[in-house]
Antibody, heavy 118, light 110 residues
């Protein structure tokens, strides 16, 4: 069974760093891209970027380029999303999702809620 | 890379059909047959309902169908049921390994 399990909710202060994770299981982690999607409170889905774990090739939405870093560790079948300096506007639910063959997300993680508040 | 345009809301009575539109440009929806639709219930992760414009993943009822004409894709839900009430999002490939989502449509079953 394909599963993506994300790390737990986080509460951080502005300026702090954060790295959240997404662990894949039940499939060959290195041959499917993993994407990250932001959903701000009460708002829609936003594509942040994607990584191919096989060679760590990464693409970012222009809206998120330079704001976050996406990475992956093949040895643990885990993808990551990290911030070096959080802002209040980063408060959102973040989903990871597997990109199936084609431009579609066929499996999703349960989401990680990130709250940034002083 | 602007968001695709969806109507904020749609509604229908049980048993009726409703169609949700998703308008992009000649650089995304119009350029590729890579439009997907996702259903999201409150507090839940999105679920893939349609991919490659009109294909249904295993387990998705055939009441859900998709189509595309030019820069606009559409999702039709036939025989509306109470459990279809949810938010629906379209997405399209936009080139260079990038995707773009629509703003979402809240479907209400009256």
């Amino acid at each position: 069974e394909v599963q993506l399990v994300q790390s737990g909710a986080e509460v951080k202060q502005p300026g702090e760093s954060l790295k959240i994770s997404c662990k894949g299981s039940g499939y060959s982690f290195t041959i499917y891209r993993i994407g990250w999607v932001r959903q701000m409170p009460g708002k829609g889905l936003e594509w942040m970027g994607i990584i191919y774990p096989g060679d760590s090739d990464t693409r970012y939405s222009p809206s998120f380029q330079g704001q976050v870093t996406i990475s992956a560790d093949k040895s643990t079948s885990t993808a990551y999303l990290q911030w070096s300096s959080l802002k209040a506007s980063d408060t959102a639910m973040y989903y990871c999702a597997r990109q199936g063959f084609g431009e579609l997300f066929d499996y999703w993680g349960q989401g990680t809620l990130v709250t940034v508040s002083s | 890379q602007s968001a695709l345009t969806q109507p904020p809301s749609a509604s229908g009575s049980p048993g009726q059909s409703v169609t949700i539109s998703c308008t992009g440009t000649s650089s995304d929806v119009g350029a590729y047959n890579s439009v997907s639709w996702y259903q999201q219930h409150p507090g839940k992760a999105p679920k893939l309902m349609i991919y490659e414009v009109s294909k249904r993943p295993s387990g998705v009822p055939d009441r859900f169908s998709g189509s595309k004409s030019g820069n606009t894709a559409s999702l039709t839900v036939s025989g509306l049921q109470a459990e279809d009430e949810a938010d629906y999002y379209c997405s399209s490939y936009a080139g260079s390994n990038s995707l773009v989502f629509g703003g979402g449509t809240k479907l209400t079953v009256l």
